[in-house]
T-cell receptor
Framework: GQQLNQSPQSMFIQEGEDVSMNCTSS?????WLWYKQDPGEGPVLLIA?????ELTSNGRLTAQFGITRKDSFLNISASIPSDVGIYFC??????????????FGKGTHLIIQP | DAGVIQSPRHEVTEMGQEVTLRCKPI?????LFWYRQTMMRGLELLIY????????DSGMPEDRFSAKMPNASFSTLKIQPSEPRDSAVYFC?????????????FGPGTRLTVL
């Protein structure tokens, strides 16, 4: 099946720093999604990208859909303590839409040191 | 809106026992998904339903796993007999396929421990 390579696996940063993470694949996708998972909770959708080259923001979060359609990036500016969690990239299944289940990257653990 | 509801939140059982996980999707949603999360394998899709019909169960690891959706507001994932390697967090998610948005909303998960 399709595989997403997400990096870094974990990040230890100081509050206020900017964060950058990415996902790559050998396959082309029409949709890239970014989720965040807080401890003890299910993943929550942060940003959805539907067009190659698209740059979308959600508050301090900015995500980009790579022009090759094989990668995506998520940036967090001026990190705050509540940004702590696991961030996942995800892509839909064969149909490319919500009718299919999602394939997730392995996640990036974000840890913020006071 | 109550969101996706899963029960129980935690389940501890002994190897060989039957385990049933329950999910109530968001009212009005027409797709339901079961995922499993482990440290080693991350988040994996097990099975999903569209309009209560199972569409793809290729992610179900073994015949010991089965899922049903008898109506639009309820689904179960059953493991029989359970094994220690089934220990994981199991998530249910639902979405509305309306051609406008297809966001999947996840429940809080059921943490299963098989001793």
């Amino acid at each position: 099946g399709q595989q997403l390579n997400q990096s870094p696996q974990s990040m230890f940063i100081q509050e206020g720093e900017d964060v950058s993470m990415n996902c790559t694949s050998s396959s082309i996708f029409n949709t890239w999604l970014w989720y965040k998972q807080d401890p003890g909770e299910g993943p929550v959708l942060l940003i959805a990208l539907y067009k190659a080259g698209e740059l979308t923001s959600n508050g301090r979060l900015t995500a980009q859909f790579g022009i090759t359609r094989k990668d995506s990036f998520l940036n967090i500016s001026a990190s705050i303590p509540s940004d702590v969690g696991i961030y996942f990239c995800a892509v839909p299944g064969a149909s490319g839409g919500g009718a299919d289940g999602l394939t997730f990257g392995k996640g990036t653990h974000l840890i913020i040191q006071p | 809106d109550a969101g996706v509801i899963q029960s129980p939140r935690h389940e501890v059982t002994e190897m060989g026992q039957e385990v049933t996980l329950r999910c109530k999707p968001i009212s009005g949603h027409n797709s339901l998904f079961w995922y499993r999360q482990t440290m080693m394998r991350g988040l994996e899709l097990l099975i999903y339903f569209n309009n209560n019909v199972p569409i793809d169960d290729s992610g179900m690891p073994e015949d010991r796993f089965s899922a049903k959706m008898p109506n639009a507001s309820f689904s179960t994932l059953k493991i029989q007999p359970s094994e220690p390697r089934d220990s994981a967090v199991y998530f249910c998610a639902s979405s509305l396929l309306d051609g406008i948005t297809d966001t999947q909303y996840f429940g809080p998960g059921t943490r299963l421990t098989v001793l």
